[in-house]
C-alpha cells in the first residue's frame, strides 16, 4: 500500500512573506489529513520563512533543485546540506522547465538524484515526453530512458517519481486518466526493470500537468498515480488543499 502524496511545486512564484501566508491556509485546510504526504515547494529564498511557518504541521518542505557537489566554487547553486539546514526534507529534480531552459540533462539529474539521497533528501524525480515526441512515436522511448539514466546506479527505493508530459503543463489540457495510467505503468515495468517488482511496486508515481481540484480525484484512483505535483493550483489554498483532499 503506497501513501499518496501531492506536492505543490510554486515554480518561480511568491516571495517570502507571501510564502509564509500561503502555508498558513494549506496548514488550515489540510491539518489532520494523515493518509496523504503533503510537501509544498517554494523558490529558495522562501525556504527559511517556509520552514517556520511548516513547523509543528503536516506540510512539509521541498526544494525545487539541488547541486551535486557539497560545497565551493558553483555560484548561484545550492547544496544538500543547505537544503537540510533550513529543514527542507524533498527535493524537485530535472523538471521539464529546468531542462528545456537550464540546460539539465538525464546525466546531471542523476548526479543530483545521487546528491538528494546520499543527504537523506527524498528526490521527486520528474520524467515526461514533450508533444513532439508524443506525437512521434517516442513517447515510451523517451520516458524509458529519462527513467533508465536519470536512476542508473541509485537505490531506488527512496526516490519518488513524477510522470509529466511537457504537453499538459501549464496549458489546461490535461492527461486523461488512461492516457496518464498508460505511462505510470510504464514507468513501474521500468523501475522493476531496475530494481525487481517488490522494490518498484513501493516506489511513489506522481502526476503532474494541469492537475485540479476537479480532475484529482479520477487521476488519483488510476492503479499507479500515486499523487500529483502541483503547478498553477499550488498556488491557492483552496485548489491545493482540494487536491490533497482528492487523494485522501
Ligand atoms: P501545472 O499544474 O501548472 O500544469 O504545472 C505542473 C508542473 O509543472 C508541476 O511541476
Known sequence: ?????????????????????????????????????????????????????????????????????????????????????????????????????????????????????DAGLVPLVCVGETLQERDGGQMEAVVIRQTKAGLAGLDISKVVIAYEPVWAIGTGRTATPEQAQEVHALIRRTLAEIAGKAVADTVRIQYGGSMKPDNAKELMSQPDIDGGLIGGAALKADTFAAIVKAGV
Open 1 to 117: 500500500m503506497r501513501t499518496k502524496i501531492v506536492a505543490g511545486n510554486w515554480k518561480m512564484n511568491k516571495t517570502a512573506s507571501e510564502a509564509a501566508s500561503l502555508i498558513e491556509g494549506i496548514k488550515k485546510e489540510v491539518a489532520g489529513i494523515t493518509n496523504v504526504e503533503v510537501i509544498v515547494c517554494p523558490p529558495f529564498t522562501d525556504l527559511k520563512d517556509a520552514a517556520a511557518a511548516c513547523a509543528g504541521s503536516n506540510v512539509k518542505l521541498g526544494a525545487q533543485n539541488i547541486h551535486w557537489e557539497a560545497n565551493g566554487a558553483y555560484t548561484g547553486e545550492i547544496s544538500a546540506s543547505m537544503l537540510k539546514d533550513l529543514g527542507v526534507t524533498h527535493v524537485i529534480i530535472g523538471h521539464s522547465e529546468r531542462r528545456q531552459y537550464f540546460g539539465e540533462t538525464d546525466e546531471t539529474v542523476n548526479k543530483r538524484t545521487k546528491a538528494a539521497l
